[in-house]
């Protein structure tokens, strides 16, 4: 987590551990071994505070894929390029887009083999396009 964490700012993690109330303080160490000396030591790695129980919860990952255009049409693109084949846009259905010039958009559905080949996908997006 460190490593995606800006420093000296806050971030969100889910842990498995003993049932706590909410704002039950939390305190992570690291236990440090001295072998030349012959004692064991620790340090806190980690601070923390819980915010809420929940069993259910989901862990998700940023993506980067990149796409192409292949027609445009005002608000709607078909995009090339960003998946394989209609199952993983299927997965991907309801997704956020987001064009390099700032544009957000919304996967809708996979299109058929014959308009942009295996993977292509219709996305809409807030702003219009310049061809």
Known sequence: ??????????????????????????????????????????????????????????????????????????NTCFVKGMFNDAMEVARFEGAALKTVSGIRGQIKKASANSIGGPGCFRATFEGTFKN
């Open 1 to 74: 987590m460190l490593k995606y964490t800006p420093e000296h700012k806050h971030c969100l993690a889910n842990f498995y551990g003993p049932v706590v109330p909410p704002n039950t303080g939390v305190l992570a160490f690291q236990t440090l071994n001295y072998k030349e000396k012959g004692n064991n030591g620790f340090r806190v790695a980690g601070t923390a505070t819980v915010l809420e129980l929940d069993q259910s919860f989901k862990i998700v990952k940023k993506l980067k894929l990149v796409g192409h255009p292949h027609k445009i049409h005002k």
